[in-house]
C-alpha cells in the first residue's frame, strides 16, 4: 500500500543517485520491504515480469550503483533494520539490509567492540 509503496516524482528522483559524479537515473517504482518474504516476492515478480531491481541503503555511495538506468524497482532496505543476533566470542553479527553502521554501533556500545568504517 501507499507507505510502502511510491511512484511520486521526488522520492524516485531521491532513490535514482547517490553521492557519485553520475546524474540522476530516477527508478520506476520505490518500495519499502519489511521482511525477508517480501523482498523474496518482490524479487520474484519483477524477474517474472523482466524489471530491474536496483536495491538501496543510504545513498551515501560514490559508484553510481543506485542509479536505475533501465528503469524498474528500488527496493529501499532502510526499515529492515533489525539486530538478530551478536555473538562477542567469533567479532561476529548477523543484522538486516537497513542497519546503518551509526545503528550498529550504538548496538555494540559497551561490548568493548565497534564496527569502524572501511
Do not use: Y
Request: aromatic share 6%; proline share 8%; charged share 15%.
Amino acid at each position: 500500500g501507499a507507505p510502502n509503496v511510491s511512484t511520486a516524482t521526488a522520492v524516485r528522483e531521491q532513490h535514482g543517485h547517490d553521492e557519485s559524479m553520475h546524474p540522476c537515473a530516477p527508478p520506476d517504482v520505490v518500495v519499502w520491504p519489511q521482511a525477508v518474504g517480501q523482498v523474496q516476492e518482490l524479487a520474484a515478480l519483477c524477474h517474472r515480469c523482466r524489471v530491474p531491481m536496483v536495491p538501496f541503503g543510504t545513498g551515501t555511495g560514490l559508484e553510481g550503483g543506485v542509479n536505475a538506468v533501465q528503469g524498474g524497482v528500488c527496493f529501499d532496505l532502510s526499515r529492515m533494520d533489525a539486530i538478530a543476533e551478536l555473538s562477542l566470542e567469533d567479532f561476529s553479527v548477523t543484522v538486516e539490509p537497513g542497519v546503518t553502521r551509526k545503528a550498529l554501533n550504538k548496538h555494540l556500545r559497551g561490548t568493548g567492540l565497534w564496527f569502524p568504517v572501511g
